[in-house]
């Protein structure tokens, strides 16, 4: 069974930066797209980064420039690198990844838990 685990979380103060990480583990065959999301309650879920599997990277136009989104195919990975974070940034950030299992041809859309950014002034 596929499982995302998001870490890295955590109050900061705005300016600052944290590194979130998404550590990949189950039969996996191949990962392709891997990404990270943000919520804040009452709103949609939306899409923060993502990376492709050539690693070509596509970010939300509201952090463009402050965050960086890596990868490290041989650990099953995904990084987010957030700087100068405000308030807005503020929310719970998810991680997601299309993952084909050894057991499955098709490919599957995982979600993380989910790990909470909070900015204060």
């Known amino acids: 069974q596929v499982q995302l685990v998001e870490s890295g979380g955590g109050l900061v103060q705005a300016g600052e930066s944290l590194r979130l990480s998404c550590a990949v583990s189950?039969?996996?065959?191949?990962?392709?797209?891997m990404g990270w999301h943000r919520q804040i309650i009452g709103k949609p879920r939306e899409l923060v980064a993502e990376?492709?599997?050539?690693?070509?990277?596509n970010y939300a136009s509201s952090v463009r420039g402050r965050f960086t989104i890596s990868r490290d195919y041989a650990k099953n990975a995904v990084y987010l690198q957030m700087n100068s974070l405000n308030h807005e940034d503020a929310a719970v950030y998810y991680c997601?990844?299309?993952?084909?299992?050894?057991?499955?041809?098709?490919?599957?859309?995982?979600w993380g838990r989910g790990t909470p950014v909070n900015v204060s002034s």
């Open positions: 189950g039969s996996i065959f191949r990962i392709d797209n």
């Open positions: 997601s990844a299309a993952i084909a299992e050894t057991s499955s041809p098709s490919v599957g859309f995982y």
């Open positions: 990376i492709l599997h050539n690693g070509h990277a």
